[in-house]
């Protein structure tokens, strides 16, 4: 019996430190995204996606960090290169366009 409580301090100590830890982080970056159609976004946002991109959305993430919400905005460019860009909901870029490569490629 005594083995056993060596054995459960140690680890009920560990899952304590961790909650914590992930308290805390929940705390100082607590960001939610999720997937959305190109029919839900914003007209603002997909006018100001369509002019930066200079070609058709085709499919959006849509972030809420610290009660601001983005939208990150992807499309196909001509050279079959993807492309996105975050932009505000008022439709204010806040990062241009960006080339990026699938990690299944």
Known sequence: MLARQHFIAP??????????????????????????????????????????????????????DNGRQTYEVRGTNVYFKRISVVIAADGTIIKPVDIWEDSDD
């Open 11 to 64: 680890v009920t100590a560990g899952c304590v430190a961790l909650a914590l830890a992930g308290a805390t982080q929940a705390q100082t970056g607590d960001v939610a995204e999720r997937t959305i159609p190109i029919s839900e976004l914003p007209r603002v946002v997909f006018d100001a996606a369509r002019k930066a991109l200079r070609t058709a959305p085709t499919d959006a993430i849509v972030k809420a």
